[in-house]
Structure formats: structure tokens, C-alpha cells
């Protein structure tokens, strides 16, 4: 039902940013707390920023805390991941994600964009 289109990957040098967007269509972003993902070849997915319906933030404190920001703009139907101070451990595909209220599972999911770090 809704679909995710993301934009926004690309190749950076470490300390470097990039700002990830996905776009929603089908359904408002609104109705769905939102999450990003990332997944590194040969590793876990891993949980990387969520917010809320209501706005509430969270953030994988070992990782991207204080570095990574997420956000959602209602008028664009887009939610944002702003990544600053890049590392190379970030380098992976990025994905976001919906979490559906009443199942609690992240259903639907955007196409991935990749994310590489250099040095």
C-alpha cells in the first residue's frame, strides 16, 4: 500500500555529510512511525533512528548518536536522516522503513540507497 522511494546516497570522504530522504506514496507518512536501517555485506541488519507519530525520537546510542539526526517533513510526505561526521564503519545500504501499529512489525520498506565512506 504505501511505497517508499529514497534518494539522497552517495560516496563521502570521512567527517563528511549526506542527507538521506524517503519519499512515501499511497499512504501519509503520518500514519506509520518511521524507521532507518543500514546493513553492511556480511553483517546484521542494524537499527539505526526511529520516530515516532507523535515525534518522539530514538537513536542506536553505540553507533550514530549525536551525529545522526531523524526527522520528518508532513508537508513533503518524506522522512529525513541527516548524517554528519561520517565514518567509514557507516559505509552500507541504507534503508527506511514503516512500522505498522497493529501488527508492530516494520512491513514496508524502502529500496535501500547505498552509503560508502572513504578512508
Known amino acids: 500500500q504505501v511505497h517508499f522511494v529514497q534518494s539522497g546516497g552517495g560516496l563521502v570522504q570521512a567527517g563528511g555529510s549526506l542527507r538521506l530522504s524517503c519519499a512515501a506514496s499511497?499512504?501519509?507518512?503520518?500514519?506509520?512511525?518511521m524507521g532507518w536501517f543500514r546493513q553492511a555485506p556480511g553483517k546484521e541488519r542494524e537499527f539505526v533512528a526511529a520516530?515516532?507519530?507523535?515525534?518522539?525520537?530514538?537513536y542506536n546510542a553505540d553507533s550514530v548518536k549525536g551525529r545522526f539526526t531523524i526527522s520528518r517533513d508532513n508537508a513533503k510526505n518524506t522522512v529525513n536522516l541527516q548524517m554528519n561526521s561520517l565514518k567509514p564503519e557507516d559505509a552500507a545500504v541504507y534503508y527506511c522503513a514503516a512500522k505498522v501499529v497493529t501488527t508492530g512489525n516494520y512491513d514496508y520498506w524502502g529500496q535501500g540507497t547505498q552509503v560508502t565512506v572513504s578512508s
Open positions: 499511497g499512504r501519509t507518512i503520518s500514519s506509520y512511525h
Open positions: 520516530i515516532s507519530k507523535t515525534g518522539i525520537t530514538t
